[in-house]
Nanobody, 123 residues
Framework: QVQLVESGGGLVQAGGSLRLSCAAS????????VAWHRQAPGKQRELVAT???????NYADSVKGRFTILRGSAKNSWYLQMNSLKPEDTAVYYC?????????????????WGQGTQVTVSS
């Protein structure tokens, strides 16, 4: 019913910037929360940034001041702007969204994940 697709990953030198994109498609009534997570090899998945439907954002301490999560100009799109990248930011980044799907009079919230996009920061 709903798909999340990430893009924008790649290889960048330390100190550089990347912008990750997340686009949702399908039978979307509303989106309550969007988050970016990341998982480095051998490590647990880590919550990086969140944005609520009202626009409130929150960041992991490790990225605060360097990363920004924001809504895109297109409906159901979001970005993660990553500046001053460090080698320790290397990971697969996943977009995650709590989306309300309407089916007739019934509305239900589901938790969706994208397929992930690789970010590699070289020193």
């Amino acid at each position: 019913q709903v798909q999340l697709v990430e893009s924008g990953g790649g290889l960048v030198q330390a100190g550089g910037s990347l912008r990750l994109s997340c686009a949702a498609s399908g039978s979307i009534f509303s989106t309550n929360r969007v988050a970016w997570h990341r998982q480095a090899p051998g490590k647990q998945r880590e919550l990086v940034a969140t944005i609520l439907s009202g626009g409130i954002t929150n960041y992991a301490d490790s990225v605060k001041g360097r990363f920004t999560i924001l809504r895109g100009s297109a409906k159901n799109s979001w970005y993660l702007q990553m500046n001053s990248l460090k080698p320790e930011d290397t990971a697969v980044y996943y977009c995650n969204a709590l989306i309300v799907v309407a089916s007739g009079w019934v509305k239900r919230e589901y938790d969706y994940w994208g397929q992930g996009t690789q970010v590699t920061v070289s020193s």
